[in-house]
């Protein structure tokens, strides 16, 4: 079965970087296209961005994170990483990979992960 | 960016009564609409795609329709496990939006 397992969250002060990892299996990790989406406490859910299914440079991001996030992946090691830098306290939430529906770009998402929380302060 | 509405915020019913959520996005999305599924410190999990296509493993309870602009997640007669709060999601185009969300409480 599809099985997401995030890694990598913790406590950091503002400004400080992070990197998450997303460690995959059950699917063709290789075939599909992989996003972040992201909840604030008590909040909704906010989609942080999206990686081609060969990590390729058509990469796309939310605003709120252009510029400070780097999404990667490795389809040797089925994992997928996001690199955060210049974090802010609003950046503070549980972070979801998840897994495109389908084999296009923009999809729905068919499986999450159990979410890493990340919070950011002095 | 596409804003999506959903409505009500909150909706209190009874274990097997009818519940229908609105979506209703700012600009026409087609058939694009996904709905999701959350219950406390858990996931998401994919109910509808692509406005009214049941994901794998939900129950025939719950169905989706609409396009364009306005679409309904309906749950035909609420089980316990039902619960939770929803969301809607397009994937007309980026960036990828949610819905605020409807949480649906015991009356």
């Known amino acids: 079965q599809v099985q997401l397992v995030e890694s990598g969250g913790g406590v950091v002060q503002p400004g400080g970087s992070l990197r998450l990892s997303c460690a995959a299996s059950?699917?063709?990790?290789?075939?599909?296209?992989m996003h972040w989406v992201r909840q604030a406490p008590g909040k909704g859910l906010e989609w942080v961005t999206f990686i081609r299914y060969d990590g390729s440079d058509n990469k796309y991001y939310a605003d709120s994170v252009k510029g400070r996030f780097t999404i990667s992946r490795d389809n040797s090691k089925n994992t997928l990483y996001l690199q955060m830098n210049s974090l802010r306290a609003e950046d503070t939430a549980v972070y979801y990979c998840?897994?495109?529906?389908?084999?296009?770009?923009?999809?729905?998402?068919?499986?999450w992960g159990q979410g890493t929380l990340v919070t950011v302060s002095s | 960016e596409i804003v999506l509405t959903q409505s009500p915020a909150t909706l209190s019913l009874s274990p097997g009564e009818r519940a229908t959520l609105s979506c209703r996005a700012s600009q026409s999305i087609s058939i694009y609409l996904a709905w999701y599924q959350q219950k406390p410190g858990q996931a998401p999990r994919l109910l509808i795609h692509d406005a009214s296509k049941r994901a794998t493993g939900i129950p025939a309870r719950f169905s989706g329709s609409g396009s364009g602009t306005d679409f309904t997640l309906t749950i035909s007669s609420l089980e316990p496990e039902d619960f939770a709060v929803y969301y809607c999601?397009?994937?007309?185009?980026?960036?990828?939006?949610f819905g605020g969300g409807t949480k649906v409480e015991i009356k």
């Open positions: 999601q397009q994937r007309s185009n980026w960036p990828l939006t």
């Open positions: 998840a897994k495109g529906a389908r084999l296009g770009e923009l999809s729905s998402f068919d499986y």
């Open positions: 059950g699917f063709t990790f290789s075939s599909y296209g």
